[in-house]
């Protein structure tokens, strides 16, 4: 059982499944933390039939860093990526006032987690992220756009903007949150339909309208590019329209993700009329022009 000994702990839900060419590295940079307080990495495995908690394992027992406490679980049910990062949540998360959610693909600076707690306490924010890199198979570098990026020190209404025209999840998702903010929003992160998708882009835009939101303009996360709907699919855990024959119902889950930032929209309290009356033009707007693209690259494809 893991208790909270200190309140600036952090605790990171690590899912994972078959990612036994990453687990790896991705646990080094944090066991490679120079933060002062524990890390309570907690790994997910998802049934995986590779070599991948027999690393997890094994660096486990190689581990002396005396701040970092790693502990397995191995799923006994197969579940999605949300379900498994839900699971996490309300289980471990509530015991620690800081907390973060990993991927087995994501690799992490030295001073991601010291940085990004640091100015949360600072600046008394809910979410603090930092700007962030891909990494191609061979392991190097590719040159990233993070634009735009989200801060709370522009207006809110900027941010609300900017989100429902470029939807980019990354890098703001893989930030470090305060766990009674995360926890208050995680309403918003679950499948709301067929489609199993845009729940991260609800959950977000959300965290956006209600929460104080600050970057770090350091390239201090780094992730894999890899088709993760293709991983999806294998796990057969991913949306429905990926096959040419049903993708026109993309029109379908796009309106419904529509109606539940409309939805939200007009049921806050921190807008005014006029910046609702806005947003509610650009979320039509995005709707035709996000669901076009989409339909077009895979029927080319």
């Not at 309140?7 to 944090?30: A, F, R, Y």
């Not at 620690?96 to 600072?122: E, G, P, Q, V």
Request: hydrophobic share 40%; charged share 25%.
């Amino acid at each position: 059982m893991i208790k909270k000994k200190d309140k600036d702990n952090i605790c990171v839900g690590l899912c994972v499944w078959n990612g036994e060419q990453t687990i790896k590295e991705t646990l080094k940079s944090l066991i490679n933390q120079n933060y002062l307080h524990q890390i309570i990495i907690i790994v997910l495995d998802n049934q995986s039939n590779d070599q991948t908690v027999n690393i997890i394992k094994k660096l486990k027992k190689k581990n002396k860093n005396r701040n970092i406490n790693i502990k397995i679980i191995i799923d006994k049910k197969k579940r999605n990526v949300v379900a498994a990062q839900n699971f996490l949540v309300k289980k471990y998360f509530s015991k620690f006032d800081f907390c973060m959610l990993a991927m087995d693909d994501d690799i992490y600076h030295k001073n991601f987690i010291n940085s990004t707690i640091r100015k949360l306490k600072n600046k008394n924010l809910d979410l603090v992220y930092t700007k962030y890199m891909m990494i191609n198979s061979l392991k190097k570098k590719i040159k990233t756009n993070n634009k735009p990026l989200y801060s709370s020190d522009k207006k809110k209404i900027f941010n609300l903007c900017n989100y429902i025209i470029y939807r980019n999840i990354n890098p703001i998702f893989f930030g470090v949150y305060r766990t009674k903010s995360f926890l208050k929003m995680l309403k918003f992160y679950n499948h709301f339909d067929k489609s199993k998708s845009n729940h991260d882009n609800l959950f977000i835009f959300n965290f956006l309208l209600n929460k104080k939101i600050g970057v770090i303009k350091k390239n201090y996360f780094y992730f894999l590019s890899k088709n993760r709907n293709e991983i999806e699919r294998k796990r057969k855990t991913g949306p429905s329209y990926w096959k040419k024959s049903s993708i026109f119902k993309i029109f379908i889950y796009q309106f419904n993700f529509s109606l539940k930032i409309i939805n939200s929209i007009f049921l806050s309290h921190n807008l005014t009329i006029f910046e609702k009356i806005l947003l509610f033009l650009l979320t039509i707007i995005s709707y035709f022009q996000k669901t076009l693209s989409y339909v077009t690259k895979r029927l080319l494809n």
